[in-house]
């Protein structure tokens, strides 16, 4: 049997599922990030910044190109990237499995490296980080 993991994750959370055998997934580590739960206003710490016109004639207010929570949920999953990266290197796992829902999925496979991407089996965009193991299978296909 060959070595598979699979990632259950959302913005705040994410476990990593090895399959044991064909119908058991145990899971092997979980993430937390509490941040991407915070509301934006708890994130920043202070106003947007400010320039006057060359003119003279009143002020322009900065815009962020990119806003706090995604910097938050991008973060998490640079660090889920990173853990995915370091099993590949030591040979932990030959097939993966991505489940989550589309925003962070896509955050997700924005960081993983290219040795990691080529192992990717299927993507499923669901949100499944509430369920347990035998529940999350289901989701899988029959052979892994």
């Known amino acids: ?18 399959a044991e055998n064909v119908q058991t997934l145990v899971e092997y580590k979980s993430f937390v990030h509490e941040e991407s739960q915070e509301p934006s206003r708890e994130l920043t710490s202070d106003r947007q910044g400010r320039q006057t016109s060359r003119v003279g004639y009143g ?27 370091q099993g590949y290197h030591s040979g932990e796992y030959e097939r993966l499995y ?21 192992l990717v089996e299927s993507e499923i965009q669901k949100d499944l980080t509430q369920l347990k193991p035998g529940q999350i299978r289901e989701y899988l296909p029959p052979v892994l």
């Open 98 to 118: 991505l489940i989550s829902k589309p925003p962070f999925l896509g955050y997700l496979r924005q960081c993983l490296n290219g040795n990691v991407s080529k």
């Open 59 to 85: 002020t322009d207010t900065y815009q962020e190109q990119t806003t706090t929570k995604a910097k938050e949920q991008s973060q998490f999953a640079h660090e889920i990237a990173d853990f995915l990266a």
């Open 1 to 18: 049997m060959r070595k598979v993991w699979i990632v259950v994750a959302n913005s705040s959370q994410a476990k990593i599922f090895r």
